[in-house]
């Protein structure tokens, strides 16, 4: 299984960004995605879930009402809409996905990741 991410890059304050994480290889018929993220010198942490069976998403505190998270089941693919972006957003991205029945919010769950993609918000 591979995850490919894409889409980080420099904005300015305010601004936006979109993230695309494409799943290739699965084996597996359903699997819940997520975008997690690591800043400098701090642990991973979750951003935003999207669960396969279609439950409503779940978000961090820190991005609920600025992110949103969607998936296009038939392309395999999760999307990470960014607005507002601030400073403490800046981070390298990681997309995730597991396919098994495990705590959707715990980080240690995920079997697959994908390389990580940066987002660098300047003030």
């Known amino acids: 299984v591979q995850l490919q991410a894409s889409g980080g890059g420099l904005v300015q304050v305010g601004g936006s960004l979109r993230l695309s994480c494409v799943v290739s290889?699965?084996?597996?018929?359903?699997?819940?995605a997520g975008w997690f993220r690591q800043a400098p010198g701090k642990e991973r942490e979750l951003v935003a879930i999207m669960p396969w069976r279609g439950d409503r998403p779940v978000y961090s505190d820190s991005v609920r009402g600025r992110f949103t998270i969607s998936r296009y089941k038939a392309k395999d693919t999760v999307y990470l809409q960014m607005n507002s972006l601030k400073p403490e957003d800046t981070a390298v991205y990681y997309c995730a996905a597991k396919a098994n029945s495990a705590n959707l919010e715990q980080i240690r769950n995920y079997d697959y990741w994908g390389q990580g993609t940066l987002v660098t918000v300047s003030s």
């Open positions: 290889g699965r084996t597996f018929s359903a699997y819940d």
